[in-house]
């Protein structure tokens, strides 16, 4: 029978953004095995019922350290022997390195990186010791890249930003993908909100993510029109030097000048109570998860002209587009939404449109089998 493996870097992503993809593997007639750090047995328990075979990778997902990490390597490059998968999908940093760079031992898998955004590398650097783990990350990039089978981006500008830094070879096939692609049985449309108008960011917390530029729009607005409404779901990244700090929020929640809800693990009953996504990112996405999430929903977009961003709106039409870092554009188009409501409607349907044409799940897995000629 043959063998696929799936390897990401953080293990709930496996059924939250993966599952589709293990499932369209497994119809294809592939035993798949999935691979990632950590333990949670809940999302354990989820991938044996879809028939998924789970192995725990001793990887960490964040910092660079050598001796760590070629630890993870060589557990990959025994693993990989033992297994021998026809076919390796990685996605995030650390397994697109590690992961393929352990794959080139076995000649007869084909490997894909899939490149769903840049984070940590793709923003400017200003410190020294930044500039200095960048260098490392490009370095190990080129390294693990110079015999990959198969590229898979999620934005051209990404693709842009390989090339700049030479880091693929001349034989490596590339393609781009629409995001990751959503469920659009799992993420339905719903009816639009017209009153309350009611604004919605989800997002990691901190500043590159546009949560602070929204912060500071809600103010404003709420100055004008109080009866607004502005709701943050997020996990506060303590330790994280760009984050926003806790006590910031509840004071702002508190005052009522947004609703912070937390973090959630499913986010489908505050997008249906919502009438506009708002990410001001200004973060280098692939495609932001949470956009096609809301897209699949029916809800129009405000969201910057940023990589990976920018595709999931189109301006004027099912959103609009601002510059990022620009809180006085964010209020003209937040503004837009309270004194014309029905561009809630008009705009959530194209959306939705969009969501369908382009985005769904089995419609990009499909495209990725395609072009990697997995049969």
Known sequence: MKKAIVFGSYLPSLINFRKNLLIDLIDLNYEVVALAPGEDKEVEKQLSEIKVKFIKVPLARTGFNPWRDMKCYNFLKKLFKRIKPDVLITYTIKPNIYGT?????????????????????????????????????????????????????????????????????????????????????????????????????VARLIAAKGVKIYIDAAVRIKKKYPTAQFRLIGMLDKGNPDAIKENEIRQLHDAGVIFYCGFQKDIRTELARSSVFVLPSYYREGTPRTILEALAMGKPVITTDNPGCRETTVDSLNGFLIPVKNT????????????????????????????????????????????ANIT
């Open 101 to 201: 760079w352990a794959a080139t031992s076995i000649s007869s898998c084909k490997t894909i990186a899939w490149i769903t955004g840049l984070g940590y590398i793709g923003m400017e650097k200003k410190k020294c010791a930044q500039k200095f783990i960048r260098a490392i990350i490009l370095t190990l990039y080129r390294r693990a890249f110079r015999r990959l089978n198969f590229i898979a981006f999620q934005n051209p500008d990404d693709e842009r930003f390989f090339d700049h830094y030479r880091l693929l070879n001349q034989n490596t096939n590339r393609t781009i993908t629409s995001g990751s692609g959503i469920d659009l049985d799992l993420f339905y449309k719903v009816p639009p909100v017209l009153n309350p108008v009611t604004f919605l960011l």
């Open 328 to 371: 006085d554009k964010l209020v003209e188009a937040l503004e837009k939404f309270i004194t014309n409501p029905e561009l809630i409607k008009k705009m959530g349907t194209e959306s939705y449109g969009l969501a369908v044409r382009k985005y769904d799940v089995h419609k990009v897995n499909s495209h990725l089998f395609k072009f």
